[in-house]
């Protein structure tokens, strides 16, 4: 085993022995294999799409056990074992409907095209089997790109929105990962299109959401409890809460929301069911606190699920692509529904949920909504009551280093506005940080896919600004990651030409020196340090202050070299150890940039640097 992927790498390397997320090797491994399997299905399907052979359910396969691989999704290795046989018999199936064809050519990928169930034990899928650390980096930033982007494509299938060049894109993308014949000069342009590809499906899922349950509004939303039993959804998928919601209308059982499924209490749709309580805790890491004391039983629809504690095991259920080995899971039935029964009996026989909160929180400011008062915005800050927009999107995490995004919130000025998406808010959407002129400090635009919407509200106030340039309004981006769908947001955000992005609360152990080298270089991006030293930096003077100042802006010092070999690092792990142990403290994350990055010494390798025009080719 050796995994990286998340912002929890053991040691900000990666896991070698159990994974921090609770993630056993065995399943790591396999997982390992699924990819190389779906590299395979890819390599086969992208041929059966040229003759127009392609099935719609090989594009859900794909995405689907894509997901399935993403941190905190799937931890059954039986459900991971599944995929692979399945996955294997889709590759046999097209290569029978190809037989024959004369566009079918695979001497250049024989052994990706014609892996075996039995062959594929002998092999080495792992992330350390590529040499090049440049090469090992550029393939790894652009699976975990795909992850996030079949993710979100997954969420859009399941409403009935698709986008063929999507699917297309990720067939070609894995492909890529498995020829050698892509080095450095074919895997940055895939990249970056990778996230151009995430600027679209985020659209589509802004789309299938809306059009299904209507445009968010901003809403009160209740964070205390009802008296009645209860049933916690958590996760993503809004059909599953849809389905939950009408099953239980009537039962006397209640429905609250956990987690990234927080923002669903702003959809109009489901504000017609009177069991709708509100929202039950805070994000996916405290579920062993909070999941604990709700007492009723719990959905789990999609990412995020940590190994639960026996003392609610017996009442959490699994759906979806997420799965947890002993943990029931609810499947699709024939005609495509979910029967949810087993809960709402289970939920009847239950205590009312513990009380950890009262009182409401604001949600509902999706682009639609906040577009709407844009006018009163762009008064604001024409009139300099709004000195700035904070972007603080991302995810949230487990270690004690991200009260940094509590204590940066706190220490904002209050004429600004945080403008955020994803569970990251939890860190201060429960702060009371006050208005400007009745205009929230604190303006959710919803789940994760949702920062769609803060690029669209960015991009609407450069036009009511008459700017050209989106980098010239006053927004500043400190970005929370954690997982791979935070992963694509970022590839999103870097293929909009959005520059100077904050990024914490430690650096992807994934993307090598040379790598992070050019995203430093051409988009300025730069790790989180002390709030102090980050209010300087992403609280700028105005320009007219600039111009009588006219000093140069600073560029940020280039990044420190890691080590080439993960494995050979003097802290590797022993077993699965407990994840608040094992990440180092934050505060001095800046140090992985002080050093230039060395020329490599062989001369038949080119410097990074020389790459650097290249890349300015590709970037808006």
């Known amino acids: 085993m050796f995994c990286n992927q998340c912002q929890e790498a053991l040691n900000g390397e990666g896991c070698t022995k159990n994974g921090v997320c609770g993630k056993k090797g065995e399943v790591a491994d396999l997982q390992d294999s699924l990819?190389?399997?779906?590299?395979?299905?890819?390599?086969?399907?992208?041929e059966a799409r040229k003759a127009g052979l392609n099935e719609k359910s090989t594009d859900s396969y794909l995405i689907e056990s894509l997901f399935?691989?993403?941190?905190?999704?799937?931890?059954?290795?039986?459900?991971?074992?599944?995929?692979?046989?399945?996955?294997?018999?889709?590759?046999?199936?097209?290569?029978?409907?190809?037989?024959?064809?004369?566009?079918?050519?695979?001497?250049?990928?024989?052994?990706?095209?014609?892996?075996?169930?039995?062959?594929?034990?002998?092999?080495?899928?792992?992330?350390?089997?590529i040499e090049n650390e440049d090469i090992r980096s550029l393939r790894e930033l652009l699976i975990y790109g795909l992850k996030g982007l079949a993710a979100y494509a997954h969420h859009a299938d399941i409403l009935g929105y698709r986008d063929d060049v999507i699917f297309a894109f990720i067939e070609k993308a894995l492909v890529a990962t498995a020829d050698d014949r892509f080095g450095v000069e074919g895997l940055i342009p895939l990249v970056l299109e990778c996230g151009g590809k995430g600027v679209s499906v985020l659209a589509l899922l802004d789309k299938a959401n809306t059009e299904t349950y209507g445009t968010p509004e901003p809403t009160a939303i209740n964070i205390g409890v009802r008296d009645m039993p209860g049933i916690l959804i958590s996760g993503h998928d809004l059909r599953d809460l849809?389905?939950?919601?009408?099953?239980?209308?009537?039962?006397?059982?209640?429905?609250?929301?956990?987690?990234?499924?927080?923002?669903?209490?702003?959809?109009?749709?489901?504000?017609?069911?009177?069991?709708?309580?509100?929202?039950?805790?805070?994000?996916?890491?405290?579920?062993?606190?909070?999941?604990?004391?709700?007492?009723?039983?719990?959905?789990?629809?999609?990412?995020?699920?940590?190994?639960?504690?026996d003392s609610y095991r017996g009442r959490i259920y699994t759906t979806g692509v997420v799965g947890f080995d002993g943990v029931p899971h609810i499947s699709l039935k024939a005609d495509g529904t979910k029967d949810f029964t087993r809960l709402i009996k289970q939920a009847k026989t239950c205590k009312p949920p513990e009380q950890l909160e009262s009182g409401t929180i604001m949600g509902g400011f999706a682009h639609t909504s906040a577009l709407s008062v844009a006018d009163k915005?762009?008064?604001?800050?024409?009139?300099?009551?709004?000195?700035?927009?904070?972007?603080?999107?991302?995810?949230?995490?487990?270690?004690?280093?991200r009260d940094y995004y509590t204590d940066f919130a706190k220490a904002l000025p209050k004429d600004t506005v945080i403008l955020t998406a994803g569970c990251a808010k939890y860190r201060y959407n429960k702060l009371d940080l006050g208005d400007i002129g009745g205009i929230p400090r604190v303006l959710d635009a919803g789940q994760c896919n949702d920062c769609y919407s803060l690029v669209v509200i960015a991009q609407k106030l450069a036009e009511a600004f008459g700017l050209e340039d989106i980098n010239d309004l006053p927004v500043s981006y400190n970005i929370a990651w954690y997982e791979q769908k935070a992963v694509l947001v970022l590839l999103a955000l870097l293929n909009l030409g959005v520059k100077n992005i904050t990024l914490?609360?430690?650096?992807?152990?994934?993307?090598?020196?040379?790598?992070?080298?050019?995203?430093?270089?051409?988009?300025?991006?730069?790790?989180?340090?002390?709030?102090?030293?980050?209010?300087?930096?992403?609280?700028?003077?105005?320009?007219?202050?600039?111009?009588?100042?006219?000093?140069?802006?600073?560029?940020?010092?280039?990044?420190?070299?890691?080590?080439?070999?993960?494995?050979?690092?003097?802290n590797e792990p022993q077993g699965n150890?407990?994840?608040?142990?094992?990440?180092?403290?934050?505060?001095?994350?800046?140090?992985?940039?002080?050093?230039?990055?060395?020329?490599?010494?062989t001369?038949?390798?080119?410097?990074?640097?020389?790459?650097?025009?290249?890349?300015n080719k590709f970037v808006r």
């Not at 180092?584 to 940039?593: A, H, I, R, T, Y």
């Not at 001369?603 to 890349?615: A, E, G, H, I, M």
């Open 35 to 46: 990819i190389y399997v779906l590299k395979s299905v890819a390599f086969n399907n992208s």
């Open 68 to 129: 399935a691989t993403l941190t905190n999704t799937n931890f059954d290795g039986a459900e991971i074992e599944s995929l692979i046989a399945k996955g294997f018999e889709l590759r046999d199936d097209i290569k029978g409907k190809l037989s024959g064809k004369p566009l079918f050519i695979e001497k250049e990928l024989s052994e990706v095209a014609n892996v075996t169930p039995e062959s594929i034990k002998k092999m080495d899928v792992g992330y350390l089997a």
């Open 242 to 309: 849809e389905q939950l919601l009408e099953q239980t209308k009537g039962s006397g059982i209640d429905v609250y929301t956990h987690g990234e499924m927080l923002p669903a209490n702003a959809y109009p749709a489901f504000k017609k069911y009177d069991n709708f309580a509100g929202n039950y805790g805070n994000a996916w890491w405290k579920q062993n606190e909070e999941f604990e004391k709700f007492n009723g039983p719990i959905l789990i629809t999609t990412n995020c699920i940590i190994p639960p504690k």
């Open 377 to 401: 915005i762009v008064d604001a800050v024409k009139a300099g009551q709004i000195s700035r927009f904070l972007v603080m999107a991302g995810c949230d995490g487990r270690h004690k280093e």
């Open 504 to 570: 914490g609360p430690t650096l992807p152990a994934f993307v090598s020196p040379n790598v992070l080298n050019v995203l430093v270089e051409n988009f300025n991006i730069r790790p989180n340090s002390t709030v102090e030293e980050d209010l300087k930096v992403l609280l700028p003077m105005a320009p007219a202050e600039k111009s009588e100042e006219k000093k140069p802006e600073e560029k940020p010092e280039k990044p420190a070299k890691k080590p080439k070999n993960p494995q050979n690092s003097r």
């Open 577 to 601: 150890q407990k994840p608040q142990n094992n990440q180092k403290s934050s505060p001095n994350v800046e140090k992985k940039l002080e050093k230039t990055v060395e020329k490599p010494e």
């Open 603 to 615: 001369k038949t390798r080119k410097s990074w640097l020389s790459y650097v025009p290249f890349v």
